[in-house]
C-alpha cells in the first residue's frame, strides 16, 4: 500500500518543530493551515454577507420603507456582493486549493510557500478597510459592486477604500494563482501525467490562469476610477472627453472571467465527488478538462452581454447575443457527463453527494436562465431587473457555495479526522434546500412581471413573491450556524476517521492518514493502480 | 355586520380591483412577462417563451434521467456499478450537436427581431427623454414642448413615513408606479426617443412597451416605439442611480392621435419651453415640498444635501463635487 511511503514523514511530527501559535497561524507556510486560515475567513465573511443580505430582505419583505433608509440600502446591496464574491466564495475556493492541490498530486506543499501565506494575510487587512468604510461620514460605496461611474464617483471617502480594498484583494488573488500554476505544473509526483491528474486541480489550473489574466484589469479599471475622481483625469466623463461605457467594457472584461473563476472550481469539486459516491469514474474525463477549457477560452469574449441595453451598435449586440449562447454547449456537456457519471453506478446519498446533486439540479436551472438572458430582445425585459438577480444567485449560491459546503463535508474527514453526523448534515442540506428556492425561485417571477433591482421600496403588485422571497432568506440565514454546529460537534464528538471514508474514493489525498499529517509527501509518493481517479484508464 | 357577508371570493375580487386601474401592468403573484402593447413586446415576449420552452423541456429530459438514475441505481437495493462505462465519443458528439442545434433554433428568430427593435428609420416624431437625479424630462423635439416628470407627491409622501400600514399603500393602486406629468405618446405612431442623462446612467423601462434603453451622459442613445393600444403605462429606472433610484417612475399615456395633438397645442399654448439651461424649476411649480428627511440625513452624515426633486446640476460640476 503507498500509504507507507506516504507517511513515512508522519514520525516527523512526533517530535516536530514546536511552533508557537503566532509563528504557525501568522507566520504560516503550509499549506494545510493556510488552506484553514483561508477556509475560516470565507466562513466569517459569509456570515457578515449574509447579515447584510438579511438587512435587504428585511427591508423588502413589505412595501414601504420602514427599517433603513434609501442610501443605506444601496451601502448593503454593494457590500453585501462585494463581501460575497472577494470575501466568501473566493477565499473558499484558494481554501479548498490550499488543502487539497498538494495532496492530490503527492506534492509536499505549494511551490511559494511564503508568498501564499501573505496571500492570506493580506485579506483580513483588505476587508476591515473595505467594511470600515460603512462607518465613515457618508457611508459606505452604494453604487453596487459593479461601481459604474459617474454613480461611483458621488461616494465620497468610501470610493477610495473600496478602491484601495480591492486592489489588496486582486494582489492576493494574483499571487495565489501564480502559485497554483507553479505547483501543479512543476510538483506532480512522477506518473501524475496532466492528463491523470484529479480534475479538481484541473479546473484550479484553468481558474488560475483565469485569475492572472483579469485581476491586473479590474485593478486598471478601479485605478482610472481613483484617477478620476481626485486626479482630473476624464477616463469616464463625458465633459472630459471620455466615456462612462468604457469602463463597463473594461469592468466586464474582468467581470465575466470572474464568474468562471468562481465556478471551475464547484466543477472540479462536483466532479469528485459525484463518481465516489456512485462508485464508477467520471464520466468523459477529457471531455470534462476540454469542456472546462473551452469554457475559459469562451469566458474572455461575451462580457458585453451584462451591458445589452448600453446602446451598442447592432453588429455588437448580434456577435455577444451568439458568443454567449455558445457557452451553453461545453457547460451541457459537463452536465450531461455528471448525469452519466450516475447512470449504471451504485448510488449512495451522504451529504457531500446531496450537496453535489442539489448541484447540478439547480446550477442548472441557473444556467437555463443566463441562456435566456442572452436571448436579447428577451433581454431587454429582464436585464436590471430580479430575473437577473435570481439568475447569479442560483449559479453563485446553489452552484459555487453549494459545491463549497459539498466539499467541506468530502474533505472534512481527511482534514480532521472526525467524521460529521450524518442525519444532522442531511438536516441541514434539505433544510437548506426548501429556504434557498423559497429565496430566490420567486425572484425570477418579480423580474418577468417587472420589479428592478436595487430598490428598496416596490409597488404593492410585487408584496407577495418580495414576501416569500424574504421568509427564505431568514431561513437560510440559519445554515451557516447550523453547519458551524454540526461541525463543531463532530472536532469533539465524531467518529474517528479512516484514511478512506469513502469507499470508493480514489485520488492520493486518500492514501494519507485522517487527519493529514502537517507535512505529507515530504518523499514523492508511489503511484499505484487504483490510487488515482483516473490514473489506469486508458483514456 | 355587513363585512361578515363578504365572501372570501368577493373579498379576493375586491383585492384585485385596484389593480385593474394599472391596466396592462404587473399583478399580485405574477408569474410570466408579459405580452405588452407593441411590436417589441411581443417579440421580447416570444423570445422568452421560445427560451423558455427550450430550457423547460431540456431540464424536464436531463431531471428524469438524474431522477430515474438515483431511483434505479441505488447502492441501498445492491445495484452493481458498471465501472467500463466511462466514456463514449459518440455521446459525446451527440450532446454537443444537439444543443447547437437548438441555440441556432433561438438565435435565428432572436437576430431578426433584435435588427427589428434597432430600426429607428421613417419615425414620425422624436422624443428625448433625459435622465436625472431622481427624475425624468421628456421634450417634444421640434415642437419646443418639455415636460418635467417626477414621482407624485402622494407616493413621495407615503415613502417617506417608516410607518406606512399596509392599507395606506393598498389605498394607493400606482404607488412609487405614478407621476405628477406622465409622458403622453399618440398610439399607431412610430416614435423615436433619444435618450440621454445630465448626470449619472440611469435606464429608461417601460414594460408594456418591451424595451429599456439606458440613459448614460455625454451620450445619445436611440430607440423607437409604436404603441397599438391606448392606455396607462408605467415603468420605472432601471439602473441605479444614487438614493431615490426606485422613487423616479416613469408614465406613458398613450392615447388617440386627435386627442394627442390637441393636448400638445395646449402644451405650446401653456408655454412649456424646454428649461433654460440653467435648469431652475419651471414657473408655476408651486407644489408644497416637505424638508426630505434623506437631506437632514445627508447634512448629519456630512454629505452634500441634496434636495429630493430636484432638478440636477450640470454634469461635470456634479462629477467632480464629490
Known amino acids: 500500500m503507498s500509504t507507507h511511503t506516504a507517511t513515512a514523514d508522519h514520525h516527523h511530527d512526533a517530535h516536530d518543530h514546536r511552533q508557537s501559535f503566532v509563528d504557525r497561524w501568522f507566520f504560516s507556510t503550509n499549506h494545510k493551515d493556510i488552506g484553514t486560515l483561508y477556509l475560516l475567513f470565507s466562513f466569517v465573511m459569509f456570515i457578515i454577507g449574509a447579515a447584510m443580505s438579511v438587512v435587504i430582505r428585511l427591508e423588502l419583505a413589505v412595501p414601504g420603507l420602514q427599517h433603513v433608509s434609501p442610501h443605506f440600502f444601496n451601502q448593503m446591496t454593494t457590500m453585501h456582493a462585494l463581501v460575497m464574491i472577494f470575501g466568501g466564495v473566493m477565499p473558499a475556493f484558494v481554501g479548498l486549493a490550499n488543502w487539497m492541490i498538494p495532496l492530490q498530486i503527492g506534492a509536499p506543499d505549494m511551490a511559494l510557500p511564503r508568498m501564499n501565506n501573505w496571500s492570506f494575510w493580506i485579506l483580513p487587512f483588505a476587508f476591515a478597510m473595505l467594511l470600515m468604510t460603512l462607518f465613515l461620514p457618508g457611508g459606505g460605496p452604494g453604487g453596487g459592486w459593479t461601481l459604474y461611474p459617474p454613480l461611483s464617483l458621488q461616494f465620497g471617502q468610501a470610493t477610495a477604500f473600496t478602491i484601495f480594498a480591492i486592489h489588496m484583494m486582486g494582489i492576493s488573488s494574483i499571487m495565489g494563482a501564480i502559485n497554483v500554476i507553479a505547483t501543479i505544473l512543476n510538483m506532480r509526483a512522477p506518473g501524475i501525467d496532466l492528463l491523470k491528474m484529479p480534475i479538481f486541480c484541473w479546473t484550479w489550473l484553468i481558474t488560475a490562469f483565469l485569475l492572472i489574466a483579469v485581476m491586473p484589469v479590474l485593478a486598471g479599471a478601479v485605478t482610472m476610477l481613483l484617477t478620476d475622481k481626485f486626479f482630473a483625469t476624464s477616463f469616464f466623463n463625458a465633459a472630459g472627453g471620455g466615456d462612462p461605457v468604457m469602463y463597463q467594457h473594461i469592468f466586464w472584461f474582468f467581470g465575466h472571467p470572474e464568474v468562471y473563476i468562481m465556478i471551475l472550481p464547484a466543477f472540479g469539486v462536483v466532479s469528485e465527488i459525484i463518481p465516489t459516491f456512485s462508485r464508477k469514474p467520471l464520466f468523459g474525463y477529457q471531455a470534462m478538462v476540454y469542456a472546462t477549457a473551452a469554457i475559459a477560452f469562451l469566458s474572455f469574449i461575451v462580457w458585453a452581454h451584462h451591458m445589452f441595453t448600453v446602446g451598442m451598435p447592432l453588429g455588437g449586440e448580434i456577435y455577444f447575443m451568439f458568443a454567449t449562447m455558445l457557452i451553453a454547449i461545453p457547460t451541457g456537456v459537463k452536465v450531461f457527463n455528471w448525469v452519466t457519471t450516475m447512470w449504471r453506478g451504485s448510488i449512495s446519498f451522504e451529504a457531500p453527494m446531496l450537496w453535489s446533486i442539489a448541484f447540478v439540479i439547480l446550477f442548472s436551472i441557473g444556467g437555463f436562465s443566463g441562456l435566456m438572458l442572452a436571448i436579447v430582445p428577451a433581454d431587454f425585459q429582464y436585464h436590471d431587473t430580479y430575473f437577473v438577480v435570481a439568475h447569479f444567485h442560483y449559479v453563485l449560491v446553489t452552484g459555487a457555495l453549494f459545491g463549497i459546503i459539498a466539499a467541506v463535508y468530502y474533505w472534512w474527514p481527511k482534514w480532521t479526522g472526525r467524521m460529521y453526523n450524518e442525519t444532522a448534515a442531511k438536516f441541514h442540506f434539505w433544510w437548506t434546500m426548501v429556504f434557498v428556492n423559497l429565496l430566490f425561485f420567486p425572484q425570477h417571477f418579480l423580474g418577468l412581471a417587472g420589479m428592478p433591482r436595487r430598490i428598496p421600496d416596490y409597488n404593492v403588485v410585487f408584496a407577495d413573491w418580495n414576501l416569500v422571497s424574504s421568509i427564505g432568506a431568514f431561513g437560510m440565514f440559519v445554515t451557516p450556524f447550523l453547519m458551524f454546529g454540526i461541525l463543531f460537534h463532530s472536532l469533539k464528538k465524531g467518529a474517528i476517521a479512516p484514511a478512506r471514508p469513502w469507499e470508493s474514493a480514489r485520488g492520493l489525498e486518500w492514501t494519507v492518514p485522517s487527519p493529514a499529517p502537517h507535512h505529507t509527501f515530504a518523499t514523492p509518493p508511489v503511484i499505484r493502480d487504483g490510487d488515482l481517479a483516473h490514473g489506469d484508464v486508458s483514456h | ?322
Request: charged share 20%; glycine share 6%; aromatic share 8%.
Open chain 2, 1 to 322: 355586520m355587513r363585512q361578515a357577508r363578504f365572501s372570501r371570493w368577493g373579498l379576493a375580487v375586491l383585492a384585485w380591483l385596484p389593480f385593474a386601474a394599472l391596466a396592462a401592468g404587473p399583478s399580485p403573484w405574477q408569474l410570466n412577462m408579459g405580452r405588452g402593447v407593441t411590436e417589441s413586446s411581443r417579440h421580447a415576449y416570444d423570445a422568452h417563451m421560445l427560451a423558455l420552452i427550450i430550457c423547460v423541456v431540456i431540464g424536464a429530459v436531463v431531471f428524469a434521467a438524474m431522477g430515474y438514475a438515483m431511483f434505479k441505481f441505488r447502492h441501498s437495493k445492491g445495484a452493481v456499478p458498471d465501472t467500463s462505462f466511462t466514456h463514449s465519443t459518440k455521446l459525446e458528439v451527440l450532446w454537443t450537436v444537439v444543443p447547437v442545434i437548438l441555440l441556432v433554433i433561438m438565435a435565428v428568430p432572436a437576430t431578426a427581431k433584435l435588427i427589428a427593435m434597432y430600426d429607428t428609420r421613417d419615425s414620425q416624431m422624436t422624443v428625448k427623454v433625459t435622465g436625472a437625479q431622481w427624475l425624468w424630462k421628456y421634450e417634444y423635439l421640434g415642437e419646443n414642448v418639455e415636460i418635467v416628470s417626477r414621482l407624485d407627491n402622494e407616493s413621495n409622501r407615503l415613502r417617506q413615513d417608516p410607518h406606512v400600514t399596509r392599507a395606506q399603500l393598498d389605498a394607493h393602486p400606482s404607488y412609487l408606479l405614478d407621476v405628477d406629468n406622465p409622458l403622453v405618446l399618440p398610439v399607431n405612431t412610430k416614435i423615436r426617443f433619444v435618450i440621454t442623462a445630465d448626470d449619472v446612467i440611469h435606464s429608461w423601462w417601460v414594460p408594456a412597451l418591451g424595451w429599456k434603453q439606458d440613459a448614460i451622459p455625454g451620450l445619445i442613445n436611440e430607440a423607437w416605439t409604436d404603441i397599438k393600444e391606448p392606455g396607462i403605462y408605467r415603468g420605472q429606472c432601471a439602473e441605479l442611480c444614487g438614493k431615490d433610484h426606485a422613487f423616479m417612475p416613469i408614465v406613458v399615456k398613450a392615447v388617440p392621435q386627435e386627442e394627442f395633438a390637441v393636448w400638445l397645442a395646449s402644451q405650446k399654448a401653456a408655454g412649456s419651453a424646454p428649461d433654460a439651461p440653467s435648469q431652475i424649476p419651471g414657473q408655476g411649480d408651486t407644489r408644497e415640498r416637505s424638508v426630505d428627511p434623506d437631506m437632514i440625513d445627508d447634512v448629519q452624515e456630512g454629505e452634500e444635501p441634496t434636495a429630493p426633486q430636484a432638478p440636477a446640476a450640470a454634469p461635470a460640476d456634479a462629477a467632480s463635487a464629490g
